[in-house]
C-alpha cells in the first residue's frame, strides 16, 4: 500500500513535469536549459544560422519556414532595422537527452545598445559568428565586448565556408589575436547550406553554462523586451531568474511599481504558445492587461507584488532620449492624424517621447525625443508609410542646460527656446564619453575627426598589436551629425564606436538662425559652437541654395548670429518654366504635366513668400565639411 | 441652332522623321496613303455632330507630303457633309522641301487660305542635325512661291533653344522670315520628348542644349525683336500681325468644340475628349478612346489653356463651374504682385512671366 501510494506520488510528480514541458526531473531540470544569443557583424549570417537552427531542431517544419522568414522580413522592412526575431524555444536531442535551448536575439545598431545589453543580460552564452572570408570586423568586435561585459561565455563559430575565399584557419587567429578568445576549436559551417549545424547545437549544450537560479526563491525575472499586442495589451519578453510565475499572480513592475494580474504565460515555438508556469531559468513571455507599453520597461525587475524580492536585478536603467526633432504635417490639417501617428507608436514604442509644439514657420507638430538617428529615421519613416502622413522634420539636436543670468535654469531641446544672449550666463551641453576600438593604422585619422568635433583626448590604449581603443569626451551634439558616417569612410568600416553620456559641460554655444526673403525661419535654427558657426552658416546657407527651387523672384537666404549676418547667398529668379506647345492634340497630356507640378508643390512649404521643399529642413544636417 | 466648332485632320505621314518628334507619324508608304484616304473619309461620313465650321487644320506629319488631290478628297468630303462659315480659316502644314508650286496652286484653289511652313532654322546645319529634309533656301523660296499664288496668310515655325543657337542668330532669322513676307511666326522652345532620338543624344551627351536661362534669353530676344516688327505675341509660342492670329489654335485655347479625323486625332465637344487610334490597325479598326472631363479638370483647362494666350480666360467661366478664383490666395497676391492682370472679366499672365507660366497656373488650379 505504502509502496504503491508511493509509486503513484513519483508518476503523478513525473506527469506533472510533462505537463509542465519538462520531460525530466525537476533537479536536474536547469541543467537541461542553454539560454544563448548570436551576435555578429552585419551580414556575416546571423539571421541564416538562426533559421537553420529552428530548422534542425524541428522547431519549425522546413514548409513552414518560408512563411515565418516572410513574416519577419515584413517586419523587418517595416522597422528598417536588422531582424529582431521573437526569443525561440527549441526542443534538442543529445545523447539521450533532452534540452531547451532558448535562443534570444539582438538588435544590432548603437541606438538600441542598451536593450541589446538587456537581452545578453538574459543569456548565459553567446555564438560569435564570424564570416570566414572577410574575418573580424568592427561590428563582431563591438558585440563580443557587450557579451564579455555580461559575462557571456563566447563560442565562435565559422560561418561561410562554402565560399571560395574562405580562410577558416587564418579568421581563427584573428579572433584569438583580436578579440582575444580562443578560437581554435570553433566549428566551420555554412548556414546556406546547413553544413555543420550540428556541431553548433552540441556546442551550445556542451559549452555554454546552465542557468542558475532558485525556482523556489522569490520572483524575479528581467524584462529584456517589450511589444504591444492589440488584444492582450504590452507584452513582457522575459528571462526568469528566481521563482516561478503562473497565471493569476499579482506581479509588481520594480521600478515602475504598477502592478498587474498575470493573464498569460507562454513560450515561442516560434509563435506564442501558453504554458502554465514559468521558472526560474525559463524564457518566455508574460501578458497581464497592460494597457501602455510605457508600463513595461526594458531592464525592469519584476517580482510578485505579495511576495517581493528587496533586490532588483542590477542594471536597469532609465532610457532617456539623446536626439530631438520637430515634425510637422505638410498638411496643417492633419495635425490631429499626426497626432494619432504618434499616439499608435508609442504604444509599441516607450522610447518614444513627443510633446506638441508650435513653430512660427511650420505651424502645429510635436517635438520628439529618440533614441538616437536611426530611431528617429524609423519613426519617421513608419509615419510615412504606415499613417500615409507627408510630415517636415527638423534637423535634429540634442538639449542644453541654459543658465540665465536671473539664476533659472532652463531645458532646451528646440533652438528657436533659447533666450537672447543678453538672458544667459553661460549653456552646458551633454557629452560622452567614447571608445573607439580600431586597427592602429586608423589611429591619426581618428584622432583628427575627434579634434574636429571637439573632442577631448582621454586615453588611448593598445589591446593587442592589432587593435587599439582610443577614448575621447565628445560633445552628443557634434556626434549626432555625420559623426558614424566620417568614422567609417576614414576607417574603411573597421573601427567600432561606443558611447555614454557623460553628463553636461559647459560650452561657448550660439544659435545661427535663417532668414528666407529677410524672414526669419524658426525651423531652420540651430544651436552650434561659436567657432563653428560661420562655417556652418555658410555651409548652410550654401546647401539652402541648392535645394530651394528658383522661384518667381530673387530669394537671398542669411544666416545670421542675431542681427549679424554671417553668410549670404542669392537664388536667382526663375526664367523659364513653360510648355512650349499646347493644341487639341495634348490637351490631355498637358494638364497631366501640370496636375503632376501641383501634386510636386504639396511637399512644399510656404515660408513668408518662398516655397521650401520638406526636405530642405532635414537636409541642413548632412552637411558635408568635406564638400 | 448651328453651333460653330473647329476641324483638324491628321495626315500621319512624312518622308522622314525629325529627331525631336513626338507626334503620330510614319515615313510614307506609298500603298497605305490610299487607303488611309479612304478610311479617312469614311470616318467623316459617319460623324453625326452638326454645326458651322469655323476652321479647318490640316496637320500632321508632313499634310504636303502626299499628293494634293488626296487634300482636296477630304476637304470635299468636310464641305459635304458640314456647313462651312464664310470665312472658315483652312490651314495647312508644309515641309517646304515638299511644297513645289503647283500643289501651292492647287492647294490655294481647292479653298485653303493659310499656310504654315515647318522652317524651324535657317542654318543649314541645324536643319541637317535636326533631321530636317530642306535646306534654309528651299524654306525662304517656298514662302515666296506661296506668296505668288496668292497666300495671304503664311506662318513660318522656328526652333529656339537649339545646340549652338544664339539669340542674335535667331533674331536674324526673325528677320528674314518678316522680309521674306511671313504674317505669322511661331517660336517654341525645343522641348525635348520622351522617347525620340533627341532625347537620347541629349541623355548621351551627344547633343548639348543651352541652359534653361539661356533659353529664356532667347525667347525675350526674340519676343521683343518680333515686337519691334508689330508682330505681336498672341500666345506663348505665337506671333502674328494683327489680324492674322491662327483661328484655328485660338479656338483651342479658348475651350471651343473641336472635332478630330484621322489617325490619333484627337476631338473634344462638350467635355468629353476623343481621340482615335494611334496606328493604322487600331484607326482602321475603329478603335477610339474617351475621357469625360470632371468639373475639377475642365477648371483646369480652361486656366492653363487661357493663361496660355494674351487674351488669358474668363472668371464667368469658371464660376459657373463654381470655382470662385478671386477668393485663391495666390490669386489675390499675383494681381498685387503685376504677375497676372484682370480686364473686363479676363484674366491674363502679364507679358515677362509668360516664359515662366506652368509656376502660375498649377498655383491657380483649385
New interface residues.
Given amino acids: 500500500m505504502t509502496k504503491y501510494s508511493l509509486l503513484s506520488r513519483l508518476l503523478i510528480l513525473f506527469a506533472k513535469c510533462k505537463v509542465f514541458g519538462y520531460n525530466i526531473c525537476d533537479m536536474d531540470r536547469l541543467e537541461k536549459i542553454r539560454n544563448f544569443c548570436i551576435i555578429a557583424h552585419i551580414d556575416h549570417g546571423k539571421s541564416t544560422l538562426a533559421d537553420r537552427l529552428i530548422e534542425s531542431t524541428g522547431t519549425l517544419e522546413k514548409r513552414d519556414m518560408q512563411s515565418q522568414l516572410l513574416d519577419s522580413m515584413e517586419l523587418e522592412r517595416e522597422k528598417g532595422i536588422t531582424i529582431k526575431l521573437t526569443p525561440t524555444r527549441m526542443v534538442y536531442h543529445s545523447q539521450g537527452e533532452e534540452y531547451i535551448l532558448n535562443l534570444i536575439d539582438t538588435p544590432g545598431h548603437v541606438d538600441f545598445t542598451y536593450e541589446v545589453s538587456r537581452s545578453l543580460a538574459a543569456c548565459e552564452g553567446a555564438i560569435l559568428i564570424v564570416d570566414a572570408s572577410q574575418g573580424v570586423e568592427a561590428q563582431t568586435l563591438a558585440n563580443a565586448y557587450l557579451a564579455i561585459d555580461n559575462n557571456l561565455e563566447i563560442l565562435p563559430v565559422i560561418n561561410k565556408i562554402d565560399l571560395p575565399s574562405a580562410r577558416p584557419e587564418e579568421v581563427k587567429k584573428e579572433i584569438e589575436d583580436v578579440v582575444g578568445i580562443p578560437a581554435m576549436h570553433a566549428p566551420c559551417i555554412s548556414a546556406k547550406d546547413g553544413t555543420n549545424i550540428d556541431a553548433v547545437l552540441e556546442m551550445i549544450v556542451k559549452e555554454f553554462p546552465c542557468p542558475k537560479g532558485d525556482e523556489n526563491g522569490k520572483l524575479k525575472c528581467l524584462i529584456f523586451d517589450s511589444y504591444y499586442d492589440n488584444f492582450k495589451g504590452a507584452i513582457c519578453l522575459i528571462r526568469v531568474f528566481d521563482g516561478q510565475v503562473r497565471v493569476g499572480d499579482k506581479i509588481k513592475m520594480m521600478q515602475t511599481g504598477r502592478v498587474f494580474d498575470v493573464t498569460e504565460v507562454g513560450v515561442f515555438v516560434p509563435y506564442s504558445k501558453p504554458v502554465d508556469v514559468l521558472m526560474a531559468g525559463d524564457v518566455g513571455y508574460l501578458a497581464g492587461s497592460i494597457k501602455t507599453i510605457s508600463d513595461v520597461a526594458v531592464g525592469d525587475t519584476i517580482t510578485k507584488a505579495d511576495d517581493p524580492t528587496q533586490v532588483p536585478l542590477p542594471g536597469y536603467k532609465k532610457v532617456q532620449p539623446v536626439v530631438y526633432c520637430g515634425i510637422f504635417p505638410v498638411d496643417g490639417a492633419k495635425y490631429n492624424e499626426l497626432k494619432d501617428a504618434l499616439e499608435k507608436l508609442k504604444l509599441n514604442d516607450a522610447s518614444l517621447q513627443y510633446q506638441p509644439e508650435v513653430s512660427e514657420a511650420l505651424g502645429f507638430g510635436f517635438r520628439c525625443g529618440f533614441l538616437g538617428l536611426l530611431h528617429l529615421e524609423i519613426i519617421t519613416e513608419r509615419i510615412e508609410r504606415e499613417f500615409n502622413l507627408d510630415i517636415i522634420t527638423t534637423a535634429p539636436g540634442v538639449y542644453y542646460k541654459v543658465h540665465k543670468t536671473n539664476g533659472e535654469i532652463l531645458e532646451v531641446s528646440n533652438p528657436s527656446n533659447l533666450p537672447s544672449p543678453v538672458e544667459i550666463d553661460f549653456i552646458e551641453e551633454p557629452v560622452v564619453k567614447a571608445s573607439i576600438f580600431t586597427p592602429p593604422e586608423y589611429v591619426g585619422a581618428i584622432m583628427e575627426l575627434c579634434q574636429d568635433k571637439r573632442g577631448i583626448y582621454k586615453d588611448l590604449v593598445y589591446l593587442d598589436k592589432s587593435r587599439v581603443r582610443v577614448d575621447y569626451t565628445l560633445p552628443l551634439g557634434e556626434i549626432i551629425y555625420d559623426f558614424f558616417d566620417s568614422l567609417k569612410s576614414r576607417t574603411k568600416g573597421y573601427a567600432s564606436f561606443d558611447y555614454e553620456i557623460a553628463g553636461f559641460e559647459k560650452s561657448d554655444l550660439v544659435r545661427v538662425d535663417i532668414l528666407l526673403n529677410g524672414e526669419k525661419c524658426d525651423a531652420l535654427s540651430l544651436i552650434v559652437h561659436k567657432d563653428k558657426a560661420y562655417a556652418r552658416g555658410r555651409a548652410i546657407a550654401e546647401k539652402l541654395k541648392k535645394i530651394i527651387p528658383r522661384q518667381l523672384f530673387e530669394v537671398p537666404i542669411q544666416a545670421a548670429i542675431g542681427n549679424k549676418i554671417i553668410a549670404r547667398e542669392t537664388i536667382s529668379a526663375m526664367r523659364k518654366d513653360v510648355l512650349a506647345k499646347c493644341y487639341g492634340g495634348d490637351i490631355t497630356r498637358k494638364r497631366k504635366l501640370l496636375e503632376k507640378q501641383k501634386e510636386g508643390k504639396k511637399k512644399m512649404r510656404q515660408i513668408g513668400s518662398v516655397e521650401i521643399p520638406s526636405e530642405a529642413f532635414m537636409s541642413i544636417l548632412k552637411l558635408n565639411d568635406d564638400e | 441652332m448651328n453651333k460653330t466648332f473647329?476641324i483638324?485632320v491628321?495626315i500621319p505621314f512624312c518622308q522622314s522623321k525629325c529627331i525631336y518628334c513626338d507626334?503620330a507619324s510614319f515615313v510614307v508608304p506609298e500603298d497605305k496613303v490610299k487607303k488611309y484616304f479612304d478610311a479617312l473619309c469614311q470616318e467623316i461620313e459617319r460623324c453625326e455632330f452638326s454645326g458651322k465650321a469655323k476652321t479647318v487644320y490640316f496637320?500632321g506629319g508632313t499634310p504636303s507630303c502626299v499628293d494634293a488631290e488626296n487634300i482636296e478628297r477630304v476637304l470635299l468630303k468636310l464641305k459635304e457633309k458640314f456647313d462651312f462659315d464664310e470665312a472658315c480659316e483652312i490651314s495647312i502644314e508644309c515641309n517646304p522641301a515638299s511644297a513645289d508650286k503647283s500643289k501651292l496652286e492647287r492647294y490655294r484653289k481647292m479653298g485653303i487660305n493659310r499656310i504654315s511652313f515647318g522652317v524651324q532654322s535657317l542654318n543649314d546645319n541645324q536643319l541637317a542635325f535636326l533631321g530636317r529634309r530642306h535646306k534654309s533656301v528651299d524654306a525662304l523660296e517656298s514662302i515666296a512661291l506661296a506668296k505668288e499664288v496668292g497666300f495671304e496668310n503664311i506662318s513660318a515655325d522656328l526652333l529656339l533653344g537649339l545646340p549652338k543657337s544664339s539669340a542674335s542668330e535667331i533674331c536674324e532669322f526673325c528677320g528674314r522670315l518678316i522680309e521674306s513676307g511671313v504674317t505669322h511666326i511661331s517660336a517654341?522652345?525645343?522641348?525635348v520628348e520622351e522617347g525620340t532620338p533627341l532625347a537620347k543624344m541629349v541623355g548621351q551627351g551627344k547633343a548639348i542644349l543651352p541652359s534653361?536661362?539661356m533659353?529664356?534669353?532667347i525667347?525675350e530676344k526674340v519676343t521683343n525683336k518680333l515686337d519691334e516688327n508689330n508682330f505681336e505675341r498672341y500666345e506663348?509660342?505665337n506671333f502674328a500681325k494683327k489680324g492674322f492670329e491662327c483661328k484655328h489654335?485660338l479656338a483651342?485655347?479658348q475651350g471651343k468644340d473641336?472635332l478630330?479625323f484621322g489617325l490619333?486625332?484627337?476631338?473634344?465637344e462638350n467635355g468629353v475628349?476623343k481621340?482615335n487610334g494611334k496606328t493604322f490597325d487600331d484607326y482602321y479598326d475603329g478603335k477610339a478612346y474617351q475621357?469625360k472631363l470632371t468639373l475639377q479638370?475642365q477648371i483646369?483647362?480652361i486656366i492653363?489653356?487661357g493663361l496660355?494666350t494674351k487674351y488669358g480666360f474668363e472668371i464667368e467661366k469658371l464660376k459657373a463651374l463654381g470655382y470662385n478664383i478671386s477668393k485663391n490666395d495666390n490669386y489675390k497676391?499675383f494681381l498685387s504682385?503685376g504677375?497676372i492682370k484682370e480686364k473686363d472679366g479676363f484674366v491674363a499672365i502679364n507679358k515677362n512671366?509668360?516664359?515662366?507660366?506652368?509656376?502660375?497656373?498649377?498655383?491657380l488650379?483649385p
Fill in positions: 473647329s483638324y491628321h507626334f496637320g517654341y522652345m525645343l522641348q534653361d536661362d533659353t529664356a534669353d525667347y506663348i509660342s489654335n483651342y485655347w473641336y478630330g490619333g486625332a484627337v476631338g473634344c475628349r481621340m475621357e479638370e483646369e483647362e492653363m489653356l496660355r497676391k504682385q504677375i512671366y509668360f516664359g515662366v507660366s506652368n509656376e502660375i497656373i498649377v498655383k488650379f
